[in-house]
């Protein structure tokens, strides 16, 4: 090689290659996708995991940045990723999505502050294992709240505050949270998050919500949190939907409903569960799970044409309520980039192949993708 030629390589090289690393952290949003349609009905979201953002799959950042403008970290920002020890926080999966999702000029929504699960046992207990009393909980919520919040202040634009706080039967649901502190726990969470970044949206998010029973416990809490004068911007429905369940009339119904509260309404966690599941294992209660049958997985070789069609079916009869109700619905997130990734292959019951998104596991866009697209096309 002529040495007097490496300056001028360089030259070309550098541009170069700062070009293909900027290809890499900021995948192009420009190709239109998934999205695209929706501007200016609502945001189309999805859950983002530590496989997608580490680069074990390639495939996965160009593929959101084409498809979606909203991300949810699926697990690195719950309580036991996060903050895993006293005094310990971790934050590096959950900088590395923030990071892609602003570089992508995608809204990151935080998930989540207090929910009963994924909280590790510490959370509510003193140094020498006995129950914290209601103003220890209060204060070490209070840190936790203001650490997090506090570490992606003017980053994350909306916060699930509180999750699955309610039971099937509207009852608030028996957590440490409740027992520990008392039903204030709610208005002091969200309280902490707003003190925390005033300029957060904050949310109420929950499963089976849409049911009449259920939304009857949620109300009053949304209702009770603007009384007192306390920032509450949406309530979540995680639509963890199946081909057979619920009648869409009933979240047609619901959202009309949260709307009224003058509140934003979103879909979550959405995916529709192709597979024959006991109606008992509905919903999300993930500490409730089934043993393995193979007649419980039917579909290990593909989805058979006329499923497809239910699903898709499915997917436009959803599509076409929430694009009625676009004024009052700001996002749809999906739970899951495609069906390889969706938490479905193994909850209620492991081992199994579902099909419950819009995409394939080669990325490849499914009849139902086709079917939503139709949807907001006619409008
Ligand atoms: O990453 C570890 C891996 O290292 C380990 O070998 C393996 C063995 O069990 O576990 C892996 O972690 C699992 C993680 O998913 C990543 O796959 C956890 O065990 C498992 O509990 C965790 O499940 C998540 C679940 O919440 C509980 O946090 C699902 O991914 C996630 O989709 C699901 O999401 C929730 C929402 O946050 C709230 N609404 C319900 C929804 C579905 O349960």
């Known amino acids: 090689m002529n040495m007097k030629n490496i300056p001028k390589m360089k030259n070309i090289l550098l541009p170069a290659a700062l070009t293909v690393l900027m290809m890499i952290t900021q995948c192009s949003n420009d190709k239109t996708g998934l999205k695209d349609p929706f501007n200016g009905y609502f945001l189309i979201g999805t859950s983002v995991n ?7 799959d390639p495939l996965a950042l160009p593929f959101i940045a084409e498809n979606f403008n909203s991300v949810t970290a699926e697990n690195a920002m719950k309580w036991e990723r996060i903050h895993p020890e006293p005094g310990k926080y971790d934050f590096a999966l959950a900088d590395s999505i ?24 510490w959370v509510f207990l003193d140094s020498l294992g ?12 209070k840190e936790h709240i203001y650490t997090v919040v506090g570490h992606y202040r003017g980053k994350v634009t909306g916060w699930d505050v509180v999750n699955e706080a309610v039971d099937e039967d509207g009852s608030m649901r028996q957590t440490k949270w ?3 502190i008392g039903d204030d726990y709610i208005e002091k969470a969200f309280r902490f998050a707003h003190e925390a ?23 009053p809490i949304i209702r009770d949190l603007q009384e007192k004068g306390i920032r509450i911007d949406g309530v979540g429905i995680q639509g963890h939907w199946h081909l057979d369940s619920p009648d869409f009339s009933i979240v047609d119904e619901t959202i ?45 070789e593909g989805l058979p044409d006329s499923v497809q069609t239910q699903l898709a079916d499915r997917y436009a009869a959803l599509f076409r309520i ?13 739970w899951g980039i495609n069906d390889a990734y969706s938490w479905k292959n193994d909850w209620p019951i492991p081992g199994r192949t579902n099909y419950p998104l819009l995409f394939d ?13 139709n949807e907001v096309k006619k409008k």
């Open 130 to 141: 006995n129950p914290l009393t209601r103003e220890a909980l209060l204060d070490r919520l």
């Open 322 to 334: 929430l694009l009625d109700h676009s004024d009052a619905v700001s996002r749809v997130t999906f």
């Open 98 to 121: 923030v990071s892609f999702a602003l570089k992508n000029n995608m809204a990151v929504i935080g998930h989540v502050l207090v929910w009963h699960s994924q909280t590790p046992d």
């Open 256 to 300: 009309g409903e949260y709307a009224a509260l003058g509140v934003k309404v979103m879909i979550t966690e959405m995916e529709i569960n192709v597979l024959p599941t006991p109606a008992w294992l509905y919903g999300a209660e993930i500490s409730k799970t089934a043993e393995y049958r193979d007649s419980l997985n039917p579909y290990v």
């Open 361 to 373: 596991r080669n990325y490849k866009p499914k009849p139902a993708y086709y079917a939503v697209i």
């Open 178 to 180: 409740l027992q520990i």
């Open 50 to 56: 530590k496989a997608m953002i580490t680069g074990t």
């Open 197 to 219: 970044d005033p300029d957060a949206e904050l949310y109420y998010n929950d499963y089976n919500n849409e049911e009449k029973a259920k939304r009857a416990g949620v109300i």
